[in-house]
């Protein structure tokens, strides 16, 4: 009997378990898409493969890009400098699913390293280490040495821009902010939808598209009290529920 919730496939990372290579996705993003409606499948690596790509997301009636301690490679925007936290294969698996959701229109979240990849996959460049441009001076990366729940807290306002998709929401908000990689340049057909008070891109959507947005901070922390968080998945399942119909 087929399932009434929309199927959202979430992309997977790679993780060292046990000291043995594994496929994982933070149990938060799984939650908060369980918790608003959506059926989550986990994609790994190997969906990337031709042969089964297309099938598998055949599957899905939504697209989560999580956010994830590895880096984009510097490649695949044109840069050269060394980075050491980097996931090759996650890269692959997102940017096929970004061009698959840019042309089927099925609805996509992109997450902190996901709303990077989406910038970078339009042909957008990113800041490899945003403390290192002068003119940003929100608290853009979290304090290592405090536990994770104080990490996540809010700490600096977005400012939501009115034509954009996020302005049904509001004006501002308060959001939590842990990244070190940060828009550049804006990629070619993206909205910047919301900035930090020091000018910094906090949110873009794809223009020609029902749902594909993308934020820099965190809304799956606290999915089921931030205001921002509860719009932004309803949103996402309200418009996965559309394709499933």
Avoid at 51 to 78: C, H, K, Q
Avoid at 102 to 107: R, V
Wanted: aromatic share 12%; charged share 20%.
């Amino acid at each position: 009997m087929p399932t009434s919730r929309p199927i959202i496939a979430i992309v997977s990372c790679h993780k060292m378990v046990d000291g043995q290579p594994a496929q994982a996705v933070y149990q938060k993003y799984i939650d908060a898409i369980q918790y608003y409606g959506g059926n989550p499948i986990l994609l790994p690596y190997t969906a990337a493969d031709s042969e089964n790509f297309d099938a598998l997301v055949a599957l899905a009636d939504g697209i989560v890009l999580t956010g994830s301690y590895s880096n984009v490679a510097p490649m695949r925007y044109g840069a050269s400098h060394v980075e050491e936290k980097q996931d090759l294969n996650r890269d692959e698996l997102s940017f096929k699913l970004l061009a698959y959701s840019a042309e089927s229109g099925t609805p996509l979240l992109a997450v902190c390293r996901g709303l990077q990849e989406m910038n970078v996959h339009f042909n957008g460049t990113l800041y490899p280490d945003w403390r290192e441009v002068e003119g940003f001076y929100e608290q853009h990366l979290e304090d290592n040495t405090q536990p994770l729940e104080v990490q996540y807290q809010p700490v600096h306002d977005v400012i939501i821009q009115p034509e954009g998709k996020l302005a049904a929401f509001g004006d501002e908000w308060h959001v939590n902010s842990l990244h070190k990689q940060a828009i550049n340049k804006v990629g070619e057909g993206l909205f910047v939808e919301a900035l930090a008070r020091d000018g910094l891109v906090e949110a873009i959507s794809l223009i020609e598209h029902p749902f594909m947005i993308g934020v820099q901070w965190h809304p799956e922390l606290n999915y089921a009290q931030d205001g921002f968080s509860k719009f932004l998945f309803t949103e996402f399942i309200h418009y996965a529920s559309q394709t499933k119909s």
